[in-house]
């Protein structure tokens, strides 16, 4: 048994089964529907479709992230049972959780002087924090300790390429994201945004694109120009979607084809509630190691 854990926020979108099976430990996020409230805990209280159908139907969702008070009760067990910690969180350009997570940690030292407490801010989000996750505990299983997945985390989190599309704006232009105008014209020409995650964890839009068939071919794209070793990528491919099965295949196909050395299949994870009560329906989400974001 290792003597420390590995853990992170359930806005990592990969499901509560991968979780358990690869010994990574979680702590929730809550959301509400309509002003009842939830636990974000990867689908099993409100499965991702049951939450965009109501999202559909008229209901408001709203997101908010582990207190500090509620890190601290999530890593005292840990503690307890003589585990030193690395915990890893929601990128800090789209939530507070990594100065939760901080503030629990500081208190928690003055406890246990003798345990690390390592906290990370991903930079990233949704699948792509999962595939980060997933290669942290690749590297625990291969005999890596936490003072080099913590130096290696900070070193690599930016070569987390992220790429989201959406075939819907409704909800971006609920939350903000797009202008009424912008998105009505968008939606009515069938314009799909194109974005990706900056060096600091923002969202940010980077291409207008015509057509689901055409973005979707700009994804791969993409992937090609950034991904490491170019389409001799060897390494995993997560790919995420929220009520849009069929476009995150034809995705995934597209990447079979375009990286026949890449490590398995492209796998295929729902976006969950933190992150799918702001995109709404309609976003797909790819997501590989590359180059390092640099704006």
């Known amino acids: ?141 291969g005999g890596t300790d936490i003072d080099g997945l913590y130096d290696w985390v900070m070193e690599h989190r930016l070569n987390m390429n992220h790429w989201f599309f959406s075939t819907d704006l409704t909800f971006y232009i609920k939350g903000g994201r797009v202008s009424k105008g912008s998105g009505f014209i968008g939606n009515m020409l069938g314009i799909c945004p194109l974005l990706n995650m900056d060096n600091l964890g923002r969202l940010i839009p980077r291409e207008k694109v015509l057509g689901k068939k055409r973005v979707i071919k700009r994804t791969v794209e993409k992937m090609v120009e950034f991904a490491e070793n170019g389409t001799d990528y060897t390494g995993k491919v997560f790919i995420c979607q929220s009520e849009c099965l069929s476009d995150a295949q034809r995705l995934a196909e597209l990447v079979k084809e375009k990286f026949p050395k890449m490590n398995g299949e492209p796998e295929i994870f729902p976006i969950g509630a933190t992150i799918g009560s702001h995109t709404g329906p309609g976003t797909v989400s790819l997501f590989f190691w590359g180059d390092k974001r640099v704006n």
């Open 1 to 141: 048994m290792s003597d420390f854990v590995i853990s992170c926020c359930s806005s990592a979108d990969l499901t509560k089964e991968r979780l358990d099976k690869r010994g990574i430990k979680y702590i929730c996020f809550h959301f509400s529907l309509d002003g009842k409230e939830y636990p974000d805990d990867l689908g099993q209280t409100v499965s991702p479709s049951e939450l965009y159908q109501r999202m559909i139907a008229g209901e408001t969702s709203k997101t908010s992230q582990p207190s500090a008070g509620e890190y601290i009760e999530f890593f005292k067990p840990f503690l307890d049972d003589g585990k030193d910690i690395l915990h890893v969180t929601l990128s800090t350009g789209i939530s507070g959780a990594y100065n939760s997570a901080t503030v629990a940690a500081e208190h928690l030292r003055r406890d246990y002087p003798d345990r690390k407490i390592y906290i990370v801010d991903s930079l990233g989000a949704s699948s792509g924090y999962g595939l980060i996750m997933e290669t942290l505990t690749d590297m625990r299983d």
